[in-house]
C-alpha cells in the first residue's frame, strides 16, 4: 500500500508538470527567468541553490536549439555566472541593464542609465528598519528583501513609498515581488532586453518561450507578441503568460524533458548519466 500511494504521489507529480504543453524544438528560443522561475526561494539572495542536473539540462537544451537558451534575470551577470558556474549562458542581467549576447559577436555592453548615488543611499539604509531586512544592491538596481521579516512588510512599503513621493515619481520604478520590493532607474527592463536579446543570432527569426514569477517579469512578457512568442508563469499566472508551472521544481522537470524529447525526467539529485 505505502509503494502505491509513493507511484500515485509521482503519477499527480507528472501530471502537474506535463499540464503546460511541451512545444516543437524547431525555430524556438528559450529565455528564463532565475529567482523564483528555475531556483527555489532562499532566506537570503546569496543562499540559493542550483541542483545537479539543472545545468546539465540547460547545456543540454541548448546544444538541441543550437545555443537559443537566455538567462533573463534581476541579478547583475557576474552573480549570474558565479551560481551557475561552469555554465555561462547568453544572459540579460540587472532588468535589461546588462547585455551579454551569444558567443561570436564579441558584444558585452552596459546600459547607461544611471542610479543616482544619494537616492541610492536612501534604500540602502532601509536596513535600519528592523532585524530581518536585507538590502542586496545589484548595482543598477537595490532590491529590499523582507523574506526574513515578513510582518515588516507595511513599514517597508511605505518607507518606499515616501522616498518615491519625495524624490518624484519619475525618478525610479518601484516593482514589488516575492517578499522584495526591487526599484531601478526607468528607461530599461526585461522587455528590453529580451526584444534586444532577439536581435542576434542564433535567438534571430525564432519563437522565444519566457518563463518567469512576478511583477519584475511582466515587461518581457509584454514584448513576446512582437515575436509570436509564447509566456508561461511560475506561481501563478502572471498577466502575458498562457500555462503556468506550480512552483520551480516543475519548470525544471519540464525542462528536462523538453531537452530530452519529453522522456521521462531523471530525479534532481542525480548527476550520473
Known amino acids: 500500500a505505502r509503494d502505491m500511494k509513493a507511484d500515485s504521489h509521482q503519477n499527480r507529480d507528472n501530471d502537474r508538470e506535463t499540464a503546460v504543453p511541451l512545444p516543437a524544438l524547431d525555430n524556438i528560443a528559450v529565455l528564463l527567468d532565475v529567482d523564483g522561475t528555475l531556483l527555489d526561494f532562499a532566506a537570503r539572495p546569496d543562499a540559493v541553490v542550483v541542483p545537479k542536473t539543472l545545468c546539465r539540462t540547460l547545456e543540454r537544451l541548448a546544444r538541441k536549439l543550437d545555443g537559443a537558451v537566455a538567462f533573463i534575470c534581476g541579478r547583475p551577470l557576474a552573480d549570474i555566472d558565479r551560481i551557475f558556474a561552469p555554465l555561462r549562458l547568453p544572459s540579460v ?144 499566472i502572471v498577466a502575458g503568460a498562457a500555462f503556468n508551472f506550480d512552483g520551480p521544481k516543475d519548470v525544471r522537470l519540464w525542462l528536462d524533458r523538453l531537452s530530452k524529447g519529453a522522456r521521462k525526467p531523471r530525479p534532481e539529485g542525480n548527476s550520473h548519466g
Open 93 to 236: 542581467g540587472g532588468h535589461g541593464e546588462e547585455i551579454r549576447v551569444p558567443e561570436g559577436d564579441g558584444l558585452n555592453h552596459h546600459g547607461s542609465v544611471p542610479f543616482d548615488r544619494a537616492l541610492k543611499q536612501q534604500f540602502l539604509d532601509l536596513s535600519q528598519l528592523g532585524a530581518g531586512i536585507v538590502i542586496e544592491d545589484k548595482g543598477y538596481s537595490i532590491a529590499v528583501h523582507y523574506r526574513l521579516a515578513p510582518d515588516l512588510a507595511g513599514l517597508v512599503t511605505a518607507a518606499i513609498a515616501d522616498i518615491w513621493t519625495k524624490a518624484g515619481k519619475r525618478s525610479f520604478e518601484n516593482l514589488p515581488g516575492k517578499f522584495v520590493i526591487e526599484v531601478k532607474p526607468r528607461g530599461f527592463d526585461k522587455g528590453t532586453g529580451l526584444r534586444e536579446m532577439m536581435a542576434y543570432p542564433p535567438f534571430t527569426g525564432r519563437r522565444p518561450i519566457f518563463i518567469g514569477d512576478d511583477t519584475t517579469d511582466r515587461a518581457a512578457f509584454a514584448v513576446l507578441p512582437e515575436f509570436g512568442g509564447l509566456g508561461l508563469s511560475v506561481g501563478g
